[in-house]
């Protein structure tokens, strides 16, 4: 299983952008999957994580941020909506082959770089 990101791009501050991951070859289909952002001088944040039980967002993109998956096509979304200069930063998507409660992720892509200008 390896995570493939998508869909990244420098946006100005208000628009919108759609984020995938494809997650090949990944059987677990109720367990969690997620978003997470590598901010310059910052650690690692969880975005967004989604499993058969829950979603869970970070407050900060509460209300603007949507993840959601197509099993079809193997692939998890992060539809970002009313982007912010501080949303800028490196997603990556990453797998489990648990529940999101234990935030456990075996499996990491790359990541997509997504920068917003004021």
């Known amino acids: 299983v390896q995570p493939v990101e998508s869909g990244g791009d420098s946006v100005q501050a208000g628009r919108s952008l759609r984020l995938s991951c494809l997650v090949s070859?990944?059987?677990?289909?109720?367990?969690?999957l997620g978003w997470f952002r590598h901010a310059p001088g910052k650690e690692r944040e969880e975005i967004a994580v989604?499993?058969?039980?829950?979603?869970t967002y970070q407050d900060s993109v509460k209300g603007r941020f949507v993840i959601f998956k197509d099993y079809h096509k193997d692939t998890l979304y992060l539809q970002m909506s009313r982007l912010k200069s501080e949303d800028t930063g490196m997603y990556v998507c990453?797998?489990?082959?648990?529940?999101?409660?234990?935030?456990?992720?075996?499996?990491w892509g790359q990541g997509t770089q997504v920068t917003v200008s004021p």
């Open positions: 070859g990944y059987i677990y289909t109720k367990f969690c």
């Open positions: 990453a797998a489990s082959r648990d529940y999101c409660w234990r935030r456990q992720f075996e499996y």
């Open positions: 989604i499993d058969a039980d829950t979603t």
